[in-house]
């Protein structure tokens, strides 16, 4: 298996700008999650799906971000409008319910400037 | 929430030597993942390990789930080892689905 792939691995915006993240998980998995890491927080939890349902928001900073996950092997986190204390590196991971290791994709680096 | 301690957070060290990295966790989880974040930012997976004891290669790890610790040695070590070590725990969910509350990792740099 690939693993999980995310994309763009980076992007560079301006403030203003309407941002898409996008994964794909691990073949089979059925929960996903999405991370973002900053020097001041560390990595933190924003959402998570399971069978392409949000089960848990309450991370998700404010209404100018959006996650969806439409089927089992795609989801996008949009923000829209991009701010510069949104850069970050965002995190797609993937794990199996039952089995719950999870696994990370390379991450996206997100910098709006 | 859950509180997740590392130390040090810090840690250099001479190749060829060893060391041991600690995770204390204020409450019962129930998982446990060690991850290493490369100079390049890839986090990847180390160890799964809610209880026990697991090794690979130069790498062990020990969870004591009871005492709410998880112990990450390194034997050995080498440039490559470098980068920062995260310990991450989950609660579980009977829902599905069991979300990662992260440390705030070691770093650690190997110099010859």
């Known amino acids: 298996d690939a693993g999980v792939i995310q994309s763009p691995r980076h992007e560079v915006t301006e403030m203003g700008q309407e941002v898409t993240l996008r994964c794909k998980p691990i073949?089979?998995?059925?929960?996903l999650f999405w991370y973002r890491q900053t020097m001041m927080r560390g990595l933190e939890l924003l959402i998570y799906?399971?069978?392409?349902?949000?089960?848990?928001d309450s991370g998700m900073p404010e209404d100018r971000f959006s996650a969806k996950m439409p089927n089992a092997s795609f989801s996008t986190l949009k923000i829209q409008p991009s701010e510069p204390r949104d850069s970050a590196v965002y995190f797609c991971?993937?794990?199996?319910?039952?089995?719950?290791?999870?696994?990370f994709g390379q991450g996206t680096r997100l910098t709006v400037v | 929430g859950i509180q997740v301690e590392q130390s040090p957070p810090d840690l250099i060290l001479q190749e060829g030597a060893n060391s041991t990295l600690r995770c204390n966790f204020s409450?019962?989880?129930?998982?446990l993942q060690w991850f290493h974040q490369n100079p390049w930012g890839q986090l990847i997976n180390l160890f799964y390990i809610p209880s026990g004891t697991k090794q690979n290669g130069r790498l062990s790890a020990t969870t004591v789930a009871t005492e709410r610790y998880s112990l990450l040695y390194i034997s050995s070590s080498q440039t490559t080892d470098s980068g920062v070590y995260f310990c991450a725990v989950d609660l579980g969910f009977t829902g599905g689905g069991n979300k990662l509350t992260f440390g705030t990792g070691t770093q650690l740099k190997v110099e010859l």
């Open positions: 409450d019962s989880v129930n998982n």
């Open positions: 073949s089979g998995h059925n929960s």
């Open positions: 799906f399971n069978n392409n349902v949000p089960i848990d």
């Open positions: 991971a993937s794990s199996s319910q039952g089995v719950s290791e999870a696994f």
